[in-house]
């Protein structure tokens, strides 16, 4: 709805004078650059429109269809809480984070934003595919002909990587996947990241 866009906008402009957000940011090792470049904004605690998430303070990113359509938003605490608050989302289809690498020949698709915040601070393309679901009709837009698959190393990622490389293969492109092996003792492509500064030498390969 218009009002999402306009509380989006809202975010981006408070993002800029944050100091919590952009040490949040920092300590991720997300430079504020490439944040405002993907459309990232923040939420003060009560900002976020949903009462389930506004107790805290929170990074938000656009979701958007391939064609760069916004769907819903997501906001990620950036406080210490319970897992069960430290995601959520506006209501509405969950969709991609920065759709814009899925035009790319080659594309790694992560689990969450910060991973591929992480990826994108590395210089190679990435689109978060949020909730480990890409539809099906998606998948023809997509002109990236390579698809790398870095999903977390836990039981849900592990569980879904096999359908979406089937999927992928399907429509035609071809399916490569990290190991969770790779990023061990890490659980994710960000705290690999915020640990070496660099990414698994498997996944620079496989995408240069």
Not at 167 to 180: C, D, E, N, S
Request: a positive charge; charged letters at 20%.
């Amino acid at each position: 709805s218009p009002d999402v866009h306009v509380f989006l906008e809202a975010t981006q402009h408070a993002l800029l004078s944050s100091d919590h957000a952009q040490a949040y940011l920092a300590k991720r090792k997300i430079p504020i650059d490439l944040a405002i470049r993907t459309g990232l904004g923040f939420a003060a605690r009560g900002a976020w429109p949903e009462r389930r998430g506004n107790k805290h303070p929170r990074l938000v990113a656009p979701l958007t269809s391939p064609d760069r359509t916004l769907l819903t938003l997501y906001g990620r605490s950036t406080v210490m809480c319970p897992k069960h608050y430290r995601h959520d989302f506006l209501p509405g289809i969950k969709g991609v984070f920065h759709a814009t690498a899925l035009e790319h020949p080659t594309v790694i698709l992560t689990e969450g934003v910060f991973d591929a915040l992480s990826v994108l601070a590395a210089q190679i393309p990435a689109t978060a595919i949020c909730g480990l679901c890409i539809r099906d009709q998606w998948w023809k837009s997509i002109k990236a002909t390579t698809i790398i698959l870095a999903l977390d190393a836990d039981t849900a990622g592990q569980a879904r990587w096999q359908t979406l490389a089937e999927t992928a293969t399907h429509y035609g492109k071809r399916a490569i996947y990290l190991t969770p092996g790779n990023l061990s003792p890490h659980k994710d492509l960000n705290e690999y990241w915020v640990a070496t500064g660099t990414l698994p030498k498997a996944l620079i390969d496989s995408a240069t």
